[in-house]
């Protein structure tokens, strides 16, 4: 069964330090999420994409997060200068259509010092 | 705005049982879908069920199976013959599905309800 996957599982990093995290969707899937869940708290929507720009962010989405499709399979977050509050789990997530169901990937664990 | 609240922060079963699991939202929107993610101590979200509001029926999937109260606005997950596999954290999630708006590409999440399984 296809699946979403990202890269890398776990990341440590310097407060200041740029990040990215990679997502491969499924396949024919034509819409990208990514959302974050800093422990103990709800899951948060970042960002959605489609026709290879942002169809959706939220407030969390500053100018320190940019969204990338740099070839036909990967999505990636990048977040250009880690604050320690960025620390939390990151999940990409895919759909085949606007309304169908989203379909996740297994995280990356982010953990800024 | 649409909120989610997941009121159970615990719940607790024996295996083999059944357990419901709650879930209200609030929403101007009579059309959206709902849904319910597992997410066991690996930390992946699983999709477990999903319902559209404009269907009557419940939802079923296996020993997973939802009570959609449109008028109510709640939307509780039954999960029948309880296994140890399925301890893990349960999340409500709503999302618009009016595509006049702009915005409703995003899931809207309750706080989870952590499930235990006892043997």
């Known amino acids: 069964e296809p699946e979403v996957t990202q890269t890398p599982s776990h990341q440590v990093t310097q407060m200041g330090q740029e990040v990215i995290l990679r997502c491969v969707p499924i396949?024919?899937?034509?819409?990208f999420y990514w959302y974050r869940q800093i422990l103990g708290q709800k899951v948060e929507f970042l960002v959605s994409?489609?026709?290879?720009?942002?169809?959706?962010k939220s407030e969390i989405f500053d100018d320190q997060f940019s969204v990338e499709r740099p070839d036909g399979s990967n999505f990636t977050l990048k977040i250009r200068s880690t604050k320690l509050e960025d620390s939390a789990m990151y999940f990409c997530?895919?759909?085949?259509?606007?309304?169908?169901?989203?379909?996740f990937g297994p995280g990356t664990r982010l953990l800024v010092l | 705005a649409q909120t989610v609240t997941q009121s159970q922060p615990e719940m607790s079963v024996q295996e083999a049982e059944t357990v419901t699991l709650s879930c209200t939202y609030d929403?101007?929107?009579?059309?959206?879908?709902l849904f319910w993610y597992k997410q066991p101590p690996s930390r992946q979200m699983i999709l477990v069920i999903r319902?559209?509001?404009?269907k009557q029926q419940n939802a079923t999937e296996n020993r997973f199976s939802v009570n959609f109260q449109k008028a109510a606005k709640s939307f509780s997950l039954k999960i029948s013959d309880s296994q140890l596999g399925d301890a893990a954290m349960y999340f409500c999630?709503?999302?618009?599905?009016?595509?006049?708006?702009?915005?409703?590409?995003?899931?809207?999440w309750g706080a989870g309800t952590k499930l235990i399984i006892k043997p």
């Open positions: 997530a895919s759909s085949g259509g606007r309304l169908e169901t989203q379909y």
């Open positions: 396949s024919n899937h034509l819409y």
């Open positions: 994409f489609y026709n290879n720009e942002i169809s959706e």
């Open positions: 929403t101007s929107e009579s059309d959206y879908y």
């Open positions: 319902q559209e509001a404009y």
């Open positions: 999630a709503y999302r618009s599905a009016v595509l006049s708006r702009n915005s409703n590409y995003q899931l809207i």
